[in-house]
């Protein structure tokens, strides 16, 4: 169910009349859907019924582990007094909050890597079939080359990020605390990765509109056409070389605020991917 409604989006092109236009259009499919990777396998994240990302099955997952441990008691030793009983234990290690922010952590960085793939294909000639670099006038204009240099650069930190801190121990306390979770780190470093894979999800969408208006008369999907004007709202097309940064800061904003959520959750008989807070 949900790869059709992903191929719906990205697939429901009205063919221009022009047949060079609709044959280009057919390439687009067969290079993007038949071969690519990074295309096809990222509809399989999703589970059966399209509810919740595979990997990122936060309501039941982490999520709920970080429930259970924030409403836990930590105390040590536990004193109960209509018992007249005190008992010591491990109450206090936060080891279960260090591996759910590990298995966070390669989800977040995972979602970065398959993103700057998928740019890396846009500016790609020979594989989108579209003008190098997204740009008219390549060599001249080096277009979304260092976007894509720095896309990359931010999705290489976040796997470097994403290497398990549960897996570490100092002991401290004088040895009384022979093993340390390292979960305090293991949460802090979460919400930089998800800023840079906003980052690069920003860039990928300048990206994707920049091959958009490329193909143009041909239209997108009614859904992807709003997300279009949305970004060409704040941030023009590049038909030659200009400084980018204010446009990746923008395009980024609209991940992080959920401005691109917000089109998508309009769509009619979209499986409820989204988690209720």
């Not at 221009?16 to 280009?24: I, V, Y």
């Not at 290489?156 to 979960?183: C, F, G, R, W, Y």
């Not at 970004?231 to 200009?242: G, H, I, T």
Request: charged share 20%.
């Amino acid at each position: 169910m949900m790869s059709a409604h992903i191929e719906h989006m990205t697939l429901s092109v009205r063919a221009a009349k022009d047949s060079m236009l609709m044959t280009r259009a057919g390439n687009i499919r067969l290079a993007c859907f038949d071969v690519d990777g990074t295309l096809t396998d990222g509809r399989l994240f999703f589970d059966s019924e399209g509810r919740e990302i595979k990997a990122f099955h936060v309501h039941d997952g982490q999520g709920l582990v970080l429930l259970r441990e924030a409403n836990a008691v930590t105390d040590n030793p536990l004193v109960f007094a209509e018992d007249d009983a005190m008992i010591s234990g491990g109450n206090f290690h936060a080891e279960p909050v260090a591996l759910a922010a590990d298995a966070m952590a390669c989800a977040i960085a995972e979602v970065g890597a398959i993103a700057e793939r998928r740019i890396a294909m846009l500016i790609d000639s020979s594989v989108s079939r579209l003008p190098p670099f997204l740009t008219p006038n390549a060599g001249l204009n080096s277009g979304f080359m260092i976007a894509h240099v720095t896309a990359a650069s931010l999705a290489s930190e976040n796997k470097s990020l994403a290497h398990p801190a549960s897996v570490d121990s100092l002991p401290t306390s004088a040895n009384q605390e022979d093993h340390v979770s390292m979960a305090t780190f293991a949460a802090r470093r979460l919400q930089p990765m998800i800023a840079n894979v906003a980052h690069i999800l920003g860039i990928e969408l300048l990206a994707s509109a920049q091959g958009i208006d490329f193909l143009r008369p041909l239209q997108s999907s009614a859904v992807l056409e709003q997300v279009h004007a949305l970004l060409r709202a704040q941030c023009p097309a590049m038909m030659q070389d200009r400084y980018l940064a204010p446009d990746i800061e923008a395009a980024s904003a609209l991940v992080r605020r959920g401005d691109l959520a917000r089109i998508l959750r309009t769509l009619p008989d979209l499986p409820a991917l989204w988690i209720t807070v």
